[in-house]
């Protein structure tokens, strides 16, 4: 079985410049997470999604991230207008409907972003 | 204001040596403790998870210690071996939502 993919694997712009950034899910997965890292810190929470439906983006920095999640399948990450303090790997994960236990969330690889 | 302390930064083992990483944490709410290591190149993925009803969990080389009171938790790989080498990050979540709160991670380098 396929694990979670994202597209792309890396990507270099400037500042002022926007990036989509896409994430496939594991089949079935009605959860689905975004984080990020920047270098040497935590990987901090974004968002999560449960289907098509935004349960929790308290973790949005501001107004230049927008993020869907079309059909309750593959989300996207757009950053528009991208700043230099974007930079950082973002990872996406998904896990199983929740059953009132925690749910293991299997992580993508991650997409570098640089801004310069 | 992080929520989850995690030490040391980077950490090098000998070959079958015992590796220790430390966690702590301040949100008191929080009620699962996994524990995910990553490789070079690939996402997280879930190592070992413990709740703070238990002081410990074992699996194979690897243990949870977990002191509620004390509000820590660690990682104890036994035997450590050079495939153990990855960046390894402690998180917590609480009951009220699904967000991973991570630590900052370690750096775990086996050398024969």
């Known amino acids: 079985e396929a694990g979670v993919t994202q597209f792309p694997s890396h990507s270099v712009i400037e500042k002022g410049q926007t990036v989509t950034l896409r994430c496939d899910p594991i089949?079935?997965?009605?959860?689905l997470y975004w984080y990020r890292r920047v270098m040497g810190k935590e990987i901090k929470f974004l968002l999560h999604?449960?289907?098509?439906?935004?349960?929790?983006e308290s973790g949005m920095p501001n107004n230049r991230f927008l993020a869907e999640r079309t059909g309750g399948t593959y989300s996207t990450l757009k950053v528009q207008p991208a700043e230099l303090e974007d930079s950082g790997v973002y990872f996406c994960?998904?896990?199983?409907?929740?059953?009132?236990?925690?749910?293991?969330?299997?992580f993508g690889p991650g997409t570098r972003l640089t801004v310069l | 204001q992080q929520q989850v302390k995690q030490s040391p930064q980077s950490l090098i083992v000998q070959k079958g040596g015992i590796s220790i990483i430390n966690c702590a944490y301040e949100?008191?709410?929080?009620?699962?403790f996994p524990w995910y290591q990553q490789f070079p190149g690939k996402g997280p993925a879930l190592l070992i998870a413990?709740?703070?009803?238990?002081s410990e969990k074992k699996e194979g080389r690897f243990t949870i210690s977990f002191n509620k009171s004390a509000k820590q938790f660690s990682l104890h790989i036994m035997d450590s071996q050079p495939g153990d080498s990855a960046t390894y990050f402690c998180?917590?979540?609480?009951?009220?939502?699904?967000?991973?709160?991570f630590g900052t991670g370690t750096r775990l380098t086996i050398i024969p």
């Open positions: 994960a998904s896990s199983q409907a929740a059953s009132g236990v925690p749910n293991e969330q299997f």
């Open positions: 999604f449960v289907k098509e439906s935004k349960q929790d």
């Open positions: 998180a917590a979540t609480s009951p009220f939502s699904d967000k991973l709160t």
């Open positions: 413990i709740r703070p009803d238990v």
């Open positions: 949100n008191t709410a929080f009620d699962y």
């Open positions: 089949s079935g997965h009605d959860n």
